[in-house]
C-alpha cells in the first residue's frame, strides 16, 4: 500500500541519545545509534522504499520524563521541540511533529504544548510514560489532580496525546529481579503502560474532558484484549469495579482512545483489535528506529484484512485524527 502515514517514529537528540542504549545489545548499538540520530536520510529512503509518505516524529524514551529536576526537563523538552520543528520545516510534506513536554509541573507542560501548537505547528504530544519528579519519591501519573488543567488544555487544542511506554523505576521493578529480559518491550513496556491508562480511565478524567483522544501504540498494550474482564470480573458479586469514573472501562476505551500497529506486526492480534475496538480506532505505525520499516510496511501490506479496512489503518484514520489537510491525501 502507498501513502501510509506512521505515527510511532522516533529521533533522539545528541543528550538523549544514551536513554535508548539498553534497548540494544552492544553489538546493535552504533546501527540504532545512526537511525536515532538521522531524519533526513537513511529514514527518507525507508519511507520511499516502502510507501510510507508521512511520519510523525518524537523524542525517544524516556527522555524528558526521567528527568527529575523541572527546569532541566523543561529545558530538554524545548530544545527538543525547536529541533524537531527546524526539521519538520525542511520536509513538511513528510514529516509533522509530536511535542515533549515536561509533565513534572503540569503548568509548564501545558504552557509547552500550547506553544508547540500555536506556534511549531504541530499536530498532538507523545510523552513516555509517568514522570520521574525531585520533590517526590514516587512517579508522577497523569490521573492525579494536579494535571487536571493540563487536559482541559489538551481537550482545548483538541490534539491527540500519545501515551508511550516506559520502564518502570528500579525501585518499583522487584518483579521483574533475576528477569531482566522481560523489562523494555517485551512485558514491561505494555503492563506500565496498560496500567498508566486504566488510571486514567477509571479517574474520571473522560467523564470531565470526553473530548480527550489518547493513542496507545503496539496493538494497545494488550488492553483491547483484557476489556471484558476488567470490566466483568466476578459477575455474580453485587460490587465489582470501585472507581470514580460514571461509566465501563470499555466505553472510555472505545470512544477515548486510539491503538496503533508500532512494534506487534501480527496479522491475528490486528483481528482482534479490529473485533474489539473497530477498524476505525486503529492506526499504522512502525516504531522506527527500534523496529524495521520494511518488516511492518511488508506484514501490513499483505495482512489479511479488507482493502476499506486496510486503507482506514493505514492512511485515512490518521488524516482525520491528527487533521492533516487535503495537501496531504
Not at 487536559?151 to 508511550?164: G, I, K, S, T
Not at 470512544?255 to 480506532?281: C, H, K, P, V
Not at 479488507?306 to 490518521?318: P, Q, T
Request: hydrophobic letters at 40%.
Amino acid at each position: 500500500m502507498q501513502g501510509k502515514i506512521a505515527l510511532e517514529e522516533h529521533f533522539a537528540l545528541e543528550e538523549t541519545l544514551q536513554d535508548s542504549v539498553r534497548f540494544a545489545p552492544q553489538a546493535d548499538w552504533p546501527e540504532l545509534r545512526l537511525r536515532l540520530l538521522d531524519i533526513h536520510d537513511r529514514r527518507l529512503r525507508e519511507m520511499d522504499e516502502n510507501g510510507i509518505e508521512m511520519m510523525l516524529l518524537s523524542l525517544n524514551a524516556p527522555a524528558v520524563q526521567a528527568i527529575a529536576d523541572t527546569a532541566a526537563a523543561a529545558e530538554t523538552a524545548r530544545r527538543a521541540n525547536d529541533f524537531l520543528a527546524e526539521q519538520v520545516r525542511r520536509r513538511p510534506d513528510r514529516f509533522r511533529g509530536l511535542a515533549a513536554l515536561p509533565m513534572q509541573d503540569p503548568e509548564i507542560a501545558t504552557r509547552e504544548l500550547t506553544h508547540c501548537v500555536r506556534d511549531l505547528g504541530f499536530i498532538g504530544a507523545l510523552v513516555n510514560g509517568f514522570s520521574d519528579v525531585a520533590a517526590q519519591d514516587k512517579p508522577g501519573y497523569y490521573d492525579l489532580p494536579q494535571y487536571r488543567p493540563f487536559w482541559a488544555e489538551v481537550e482545548r487544542l483538541d490534539v491527540p496525546f500519545y501515551l508511550h511506554p516506559r520502564n518502570p523505576r528500579p525501585q518499583d521493578a522487584g518483579i521483574y529481579d533475576g528477569h531482566p529480559w522481560l523489562l523494555g518491550p517485551t512485558w514491561a513496556f505494555g503492563q506500565e503502560t496498560a496500567v498508566h491508562a486504566l488510571r486514567l480511565m477509571g479517574s474520571g478524567l473522560f467523564d470531565a474532558y470526553p473530548g480527550l483522544r489518547i493513542v496507545l501504540g503496539h496493538m494497545g498494550e494488550g488492553l483491547p484484549y483484557s476489556l471484558w474482564r476488567i470490566d466483568n470480573r466476578t459477575g455474580w458479586m453485587s460490587q465489582r469495579n470501585r472507581y470514580p469514573a460514571k461509566r465501563l472501562i470499555a466505553d472510555y476505551f472505545r470512544e477515548n482512545f486510539y491503538i496503533t500497529t508500532s512494534g506487534n506486526f501480527r496479522t491475528q492480534t490486528l483481528i482482534d483489535a479490529m473485533l474489539e475496538i473497530g477498524a476505525d480506532r486503529i492506526l499504522f505505525s512502525t516504531d522506527w528506529p527500534f523496529e524495521n520499516v520494511d518488516h511492518a510496511a511488508t506484514w501490513f501490506d499483505a495482512a489479511t484484512i479488507s482493502e476499506a479496512d486496510r486503507l482506514k489503518i493505514g492512511r485515512l484514520n490518521a488524516r482525520a485524527l491528527f487533521k492533516l489537510g487535503a495537501e496531504h491525501r
